[in-house]
């Protein structure tokens, strides 16, 4: 079955900070996708990346960039110079091929706050 | 073009009673999903809509169920309430021709007593 772990669950950093938060998730396919989606205190879950398991590219897209690793089975994800305005809760999610790729597992989170 | 929208925003019942939310999809989109957000934790995949049939259920009993009307909006009504349902509650929608990202609704707090 697939899982995805997101082993921080909090982390607190100061604006300008790099922080990088890390993502492992575990599928038998040979053909999925994996997500970054942003929860603001609003509720509304904010798509931020998906990613292909055969693009192994990184991707940068303004501050925020992507390690994708299928060797270790890790998606991180990058914030450069952090702003206030980070500060959320961010899913890492895998979605499959037994589901048409439509649903998602999602990890616990990690919450990340970011001060002035 | 409006995005998923959810309704109500937050919903107080009382356990043993039933409860109904709503869902209407972003424009264009087919497909309606469901999912539970406990708090603290990541979101639970409920069940799938799409040409008003369950497509795909996840790992909830048969207190969940739920209806999706011809215009793709859709609603998920839980029976029998319990304490352990209280949570957030989240509709995404997508497109049922294409792999898309899920986009997700701002949620319906349902608190039960």
């Known amino acids: 079955a697939q899982k995805v772990t997101q082993a921080q669950t909090e982390i607190s950093v100061v604006e300008k900070e790099d922080v990088t938060l890390d993502c492992v998730y575990e599928?038998?396919?040979?053909?999925?996708?994996l997500f970054w989606y942003k929860q603001p205190p609003s509720g509304e879950l904010v798509f931020l990346i998906r990613?292909?398991?055969?693009?192994?590219q990184n991707e940068i897209s303004g501050r925020y960039s992507w390690n994708f690793q299928k060797s270790t089975s890790s998606f991180n994800f990058t914030i450069t110079a952090s702003q206030v305005v980070d500060s959320a809760v961010y899913f890492c999610?895998?979605?499959?091929?037994?589901?048409?790729?439509?649903?998602?597992?999602f990890g616990k989170g990690t919450m990340l706050l970011v001060s002035p | 073009d409006a995005g998923v929208t959810q309704s109500p925003t937050h919903l107080i019942k009382t356990r043993g009673q039933q409860v109904t939310l709503r869902c209407s999809p972003k424009?264009?989109?087919?497909?309606v999903s469901w999912y539970q957000q406990a708090l603290g934790q990541g979101p639970q995949f409920i069940f799938q809509?799409?040409?008003?049939?369950?497509?795909q259920r996840g790992n909830f009993p048969d207190r969940f169920s739920g209806h999706q009307f011809p215009n793709y909006s859709s609603e998920l009504n839980v029976n029998a309430l319990l304490l352990g349902d209280s949570a957030l509650y989240l509709c995404?929608?997508?497109?049922?021709?294409?792999?898309?990202?899920?986009?997700f609704g701002n949620g319906t707090r349902l608190t039960v007593t």
């Open positions: 995404a929608s997508s497109s049922g021709q294409v792999i898309s990202p899920l986009h």
């Open positions: 599928t038998r396919d040979t053909t999925y996708y």
């Open positions: 424009s264009g989109h087919d497909t």
């Open positions: 990613r292909n398991s055969f693009d192994e």
């Open positions: 999610a895998l979605s499959e091929w037994d589901s048409g790729y439509s649903t998602l597992t």
């Open positions: 809509y799409y040409e008003e049939e369950e497509r």
